[in-house]
């Protein structure tokens, strides 16, 4: 049987733990909810994007998926998306954006 801790015990935080985020360059709480990707990249996602830029993407995640017609059974289809994703998290290096798309809906 345990006791409970005393007075003098360290507090325990109650804020999630958090990642530099590479989108918004900052330090902001970690993903806590289900990632989509999976395997390194999944875990690239995991240690570099904030809970705000993830919940944003699944957004977007919904419009590059009609926009560009993807089919997710497709591994061609998966890898664009993942491509996208790595795009829009600003793991590449880049900015971002992901401009409009072929019909215009991504802006």
């Not at 345990?2 to 325990?12: I, L, M, R, V």
């Not at 918004?24 to 875990?43: D, K, M, Q, V």
Request: charged residues 20%; contains cysteine.
């Amino acid at each position: 049987m345990s006791t409970p801790p005393g007075p003098d015990a360290p507090a325990t935080p109650a804020t999630p733990a958090t990642v530099m985020c590479a989108r918004y360059h900052e330090a902001l709480p970690a993903i806590t909810s289900r990632l989509t990707f999976t395997g390194a990249f999944g875990e690239q996602i995991r240690q570099h994007v904030s809970q705000k830029a993830w919940s944003e993407w699944l957004e977007m995640q919904i419009k590059v998926i009609n926009e560009y017609r993807l089919h997710l059974g497709e591994p061609a289809h998966r890898q664009f998306l993942q491509d996208t994703a790595a795009k829009y998290f600003c793991l590449d290096g880049g900015d971002g954006t992901l401009g409009a798309g072929p019909e215009g809906g991504l802006k």
